[in-house]
Structures are given as structure tokens and as C-alpha cells.
């Protein structure tokens, strides 16, 4: 086992690597002994937050139950986006105040989005018979929204002149 | 009254998918985003459930847009998925990006059948 510049270790024995797994939880645990109140309580506001941008846009931009759910698809690929942005900014880059990453992405982000309306948006449509659109639906959401983070985490790493991500907590 | 009983709902998934993804990652580790994949198939079966039962629409609007969609999330999965392929695991990030949508979409269809089954 080498290092990346190809030199093997003193005694021959390579070093016992840790498991390598770099956190890929954007609710990585507070640090130990914080008090667990706050990061609750910013959560609940960020999600109620979220949560009222989402239900707003659909009631903004209604779609009927046969058509391709626009508007869901939309909140989805936009916070997969900004989650990109937020996560390389306050992981690789800056040092954010310890509430910054629980109440903008577990709250306002994680709230913002929705894996259960996109759920049960496709089995209306399949129950109704349109087989065509769900399939479209299930796939370019999955598609647009992992296209939408890794721009966007590329893009900010880009503009911010971040190290890049491969390997970084 | 819908937006009070939306943000009731909100105020209670946000933290509770933060908690139970806590203590899926204590029991089965950080390899997998088990966590997130739990919590989003939960959310799935209960608003499926939600979809078929026949509710009063001021329970719909606490639980539907409220508790179930806040407790799901599509930010922290995408996120996860990332940050799989860029950690040098590329099989886990496809099998969470496959899997997550298919199950998610089998325990809708699981919660619609148990309201059916149940009469509801």
C-alpha cells in the first residue's frame, strides 16, 4: 500500500488505514455535549419554513392529478441544488455557526423537499393509468435532482476557489 | 388555518427525521445512508396510507404536506448519493439512487393497500 506519491512507509509495513468514510450525512451529529435543544429547535423552525415554501408553490402552481407534477419536480431539483451550495459552503469552506447546517439543510432544505409526495405523486399517476408519465416523473426527478446537487457543488467549489471534493469530509 | 396546520405538522417531521436518522446511523453505521433511506420509506408508506384513507382534510394538510413530506427528504438524499460517488463508492451511490425511489414508491402502494385493507 503506497501514499499517492508512490513512497512506502519506514519498516515495510504499510500503515493500517482507517476506514476511510468521510461523513456523508448533511445531519452529522453536534459535537458532543452541545446542548441538543438548540439544534431541535433550529431544525423545527428551518423545516417549518421549508415546509410552508413547498406547500406555497403548490398552491402557486397547481397541477392537476393526471399531468407530470411540475411543481414537486421543480421544489426537489431547486433544493437538490441549494443543498449542493450550502453543504460545500459550510463543510469546505467556511466555518459556519454549529446552528447554520441544521436549520438551513435538515430544516429549511430537508423540509423544502419531499421524497413522499414524490412517492405517492407517481402511484396516482400509475393507478390512473398513466404508466407513461410516472415513469418519466420517477426518473428525471432522480436524474435532474443528483445532476442538480453535483453542478451546484461543483459550481460553488468553482466560484469559492474550495479544494475539491474527492476525499473531503 | 391550512398554513397553521402545515407548519404544526413541519414543527414535528423536521426534527423527527433528524432524530430517527440519528439512531438508524448509531445501529447500522454511516456506509449506507440508511438512515435517510428509512425515513423516506416511512414517510412514503404513511402518505400513501394518508392518500387512500378518506380523512378529514384539516388531519390531510397536518400530516400529508405537514408531517410526512417534512419528514421525507429529497435535498439530504441527493446529498448523500454525492456524497457517496465522490468518496470512491460509486456502487453504494447507485444502489442508493435506485433503491431509494423503488422502495420509497413500493411502501406507497404498501400504506394505499393497508387503508384499503383496513376500510378507511
Known amino acids: ?9 519506514e519498516g515495510g509495513i504499510p500503515p493500517v488505514e482507517p476506514p476511510v468514510e468521510p461523513p456523508i450525512d448533511p445531519d452529522a451529529a453536534p459535537t458532543p455535549g452541545e446542548s441538543e435543544a438548540h439544534v431541535l429547535a433550529a431544525i423545527a423552525l428551518g423545516g417549518a419554513l421549508g415546509a410552508c415554501a413547498r406547500y406555497g408553490a403548490g398552491l402557486l402552481w397547481p397541477v392537476a392529478q393526471d399531468a407530470f407534477p411540475w411543481t414537486t419536480f421543480a421544489v426537489n431539483v431547486t433544493g437538490c441544488a441549494a443543498m449542493g451550495v450550502l453543504m460545500v459552503l459550510v463543510t469546505e469552506r467556511f466555518t459556519a455557526h454549529r446552528l447554520v447546517r441544521p436549520f438551513l439543510g435538515t430544516g429549511v432544505l430537508g423540509g ?6 414524490y412517492a405517492t405523486d407517481a402511484r396516482h399517476l400509475l393507478t390512473g393509468g398513466h404508466v407513461p408519465t410516472a415513469i418519466l416523473y420517477l426518473t428525471a426527478t432522480v436524474a435532474c435532482a443528483v445532476a442538480a446537487v453535483t453542478l451546484a457543488a461543483r459550481l460553488t467549489r468553482r466560484l469559492t476557489g474550495a479544494p475539491t471534493g474527492r476525499g473531503r469530509a | 388555518m391550512n398554513w397553521l396546520l ?3 405538522g413541519a414543527l414535528a417531521g ?5 432524530l430517527t436518522d440519528r439512531a438508524v446511523q448509531a445501529r447500522l453505521g454511516t456506509l449506507f445512508p440508511w438512515g435517510t433511506f428509512l425515513v423516506n420509506a416511512l414517510a412514503c408508506a404513511a402518505l400513501g396510507f394518508l392518500g387512500a384513507a378518506a380523512f378529514p ?9 405537514g408531517l410526512c413530506a417534512t419528514y421525507s427528504t429529497y435535498s439530504t438524499f441527493s446529498w448523500e448519493t454525492l456524497r457517496l460517488a465522490e468518496a470512491g463508492a460509486p456502487l453504494r451511490a447507485t444502489a442508493n439512487a435506485l ?3 423503488a422502495v420509497g414508491l413500493a411502501t406507497a402502494f404498501l400504506g394505499a393497500a393497508l387503508a384499503d ?4
Open chain 1, 1 to 9: 500500500m503506497t501514499d499517492e506519491h508512490g513512497e512506502r512507509p
Open chain 1, 112 to 117: 423544502y423537499t419531499t421524497f413522499s409526495t
Open chain 2, 6 to 8: 402545515v407548519i404544526a
Open chain 2, 14 to 18: 423536521a426534527p423527527l427525521r433528524y
Open chain 2, 57 to 65: 382534510a384539516n388531519v390531510e394538510h397536518l400530516l400529508g404536506p
Open chain 2, 99 to 101: 433503491a431509494s425511489p
Open chain 2, 117 to 120: 385493507t383496513l376500510g378507511l
